[in-house]
């Protein structure tokens, strides 16, 4: 069955990095673009960054210029790397596909910023 498992979450302080990762299973990921959304205490789900089958990405205005999402197809994974990092920017941060036979999203990883 399909599985997204994210990790690389934890504690870091203001202006540090963190990279995410997300193994995925169950489908032909090469052939799918992935997807990071983050969720804050008491706010909605908001889309991070996006990359395409092909290698496109794309990123919401909150982290262009810091964060950035690649793929390892040969290890079925995408990342996010996440450079100067914001108090704003603590999430519970997740992994989702859109595939063919429905949506689906890890189990979240979560991020803290904090000094």
């Known amino acids: 069955q399909v599985q997204l498992v994210e990790s690389g979450g934890g504690l870091v302080q203001p202006g540090g990095s963190l990279r995410l990762s997300c193994a995925a299973s169950?489908?032909?990921?090469?052939?799918?673009?992935m997807r990071w959304y983050r969720q804050a205490p008491g706010k909605e789900r908001e889309l991070v960054a996006t990359?395409?089958?092909?290698?496109?990405?794309d990123y919401a205005d909150s982290v262009k210029g810091r964060f950035t999402i690649s793929r390892d197809n040969a290890q079925n994974t995408v990342y996010l790397e996440m450079n100067s990092l914001k108090p704003e920017d603590t999430a519970i941060y997740y992994c989702?596909?859109?595939?063919?036979?429905?949506?689906?999203w890890g189990q979240g990883t979560q991020v803290t910023v904090s000094s």
């Open positions: 989702y596909a859109r595939l063919i036979m429905g949506v689906y």
């Open positions: 169950g489908f032909p990921f090469s052939t799918y673009g």
């Open positions: 990359i395409s089958s092909g290698g496109s990405t």
